[in-house]
């Protein structure tokens, strides 16, 4: 594979770095700097004003009670819930109705998986990839019944903390670490390369050519040298994002985060002035980024090292309008609730163009409904729910 980085995309790079200021460019070409030791202007954004909102409470009845927390996967027509603590996926129309599921876990027939850690859907040849656990590394593959077509062995043992369709013969995965020995902590290999592309057939790797000579992890490992016991705490930041036509690749170890389309990395983001030691590391991750909005998270990781975690640091929202622009340190709201919205970063595998996927628990809409918060389409959601039903998605559809 050949890959290249946007020559105009280095230029403009060049230019912000070393100049105060920056013309108006087209909204296409503009390149964010952001400095990580400003102090942004705070404001209040109500997402209605910026996108279409829609709600979809997912049905509930006997074959399709799903945990809270769940990866998703959305086509123009279809939504894909994988429940990690079932191990199984559920299948949805739009409207939130129930088609089925299905589960292939724990047998020994070689056509199951022993655990549901990842998944990505090929709507286009209507096949499912489930990453089975870190130390078998296998992709198995089925198609939307549930019937297996091959299992895919990867060539080394990965630890896939993202995974995405890439083109029809490619998948796109993000890996933590590769693994080599005991799992102890001392035997993890930090690749340089930890961005790959998959063979649908053959789970053949290759790198997509972007070096980081030095990882920094937004995790760290603790073992107690009395007992030999070794544990992991982490801030969960997100290095990859699945927009409508490419990819998001904020490495918290580069300073610059990339837009990946058509094998070609354009930059879109710069930060300056981050905290780079060993012991105290600003880090980020991408939310959202469509044609215009760009959402980011920015919070530090320091570890204490005496008390064998991490210390908690605020993580600070930063939205950008790639009009206009302008950043701000953001608190959103939707029209139908007066709380302010919890913005959490969800690995959604597929994604209709130009938009924005959260979700509420159903225990969540029933505090806030009797604590007075909700009104509106979400207030008379709420009002016929129980604490058992599905969560409730909410779409937002950009306007720009």
Not at 79 to 91: N, P, T
Not at 125 to 137: A, G, R, T
Not at 318 to 344: G, N, V
Not at 365 to 373: D, I, K
Request: charged share 25%; aromatic share 12%; hydrophobic share 35%.
């Amino acid at each position: 594979r050949s890959i290249s980085i946007s020559i105009l995309g280095i230029i403009l790079l060049t230019l912000l770095l070393s100049c105060a200021g920056s013309s108006s460019q087209s909204l296409s070409n503009e390149l964010i700097k952001i400095d990580v030791k400003k102090e942004y202007p705070k404001k209040d954004i109500v997402l209605n004003d910026i996108a279409e909102i829609t709600y979809i409470p997912l049905e509930t009845n006997d074959s399709s009670v799903i945990h809270p927390y769940f990866e998703m996967s959305l086509s123009t027509n279809t939504i894909i819930a994988g429940d990690y603590f079932q191990s199984k996926l559920f299948f949805f129309n739009k409207k939130g109705d129930y088609l089925g599921g299905f589960k292939r876990c724990c047998g020994q027939s070689g056509e199951e998986y022993h655990s549901l850690n990842l998944f990505a859907v090929d709507y286009a040849q209507k096949e499912l990839y489930v990453y089975d656990d870190f130390f078998l590394s296998y992709i198995l593959v089925y198609d939307f019944s549930g019937n297996f077509k091959r299992r895919i062995k990867l060539p080394k043992q990965v630890w896939l903390r993202h995974l995405y369709v890439y083109d029809d013969k490619n998948l796109i995965g993000y890996s933590k670490w590769s693994w080599h020995g005991n799992f102890d902590g001392k035997s993890d290999v930090l690749e340089e390369n930890p961005y790959y592309f998959i063979d649908k057939q053959t789970g053949a790797m290759s790198p997509v050519p972007i070096t980081i000579k030095k990882r920094i992890s937004d995790d760290v490992r603790f073992r107690d040298e009395k007992t030999g016991e070794s544990w992991l705490t982490s801030l969960y930041m997100d290095p990859m994002l699945k927009t409508k036509d490419g990819f998001i690749i904020a490495d918290p170890s580069l300073d610059t985060v990339y837009h990946f389309v058509n094998d070609v990395l354009t930059p879109v983001t710069v930060f300056k002035n981050r905290d780079m030691e060993e012991n105290l590391v600003d880090l980020h991750s991408v939310i959202f980024y469509s044609d215009r909005y760009l959402l980011l998270t920015v919070q530090k990781k320091e570890v204490d090292y005496a008390r064998k975690t991490l210390v908690n640091h605020p993580h600070n929202l930063l939205f950008c309008d790639r009009e206009t622009q302008e950043i701000c340190e953001a608190t959103f709201y939707i029209s139908d609730m007066t709380l302010k919205l919890k913005i959490d970063s969800y690995d959604v595998s597929e994604i209709p163009d130009n938009m924005f996927v959260t979700r509420f628990s159903a225990g969540d809409l029933r505090w806030l409904l009797e604590q007075g918060f909700l009104k509106g389409e979400l207030k008379k959601i709420a009002e016929n729910l129980d604490e058992e039903a599905n969560s409730v998605m909410m779409i937002a559809k950009f306007k720009q």
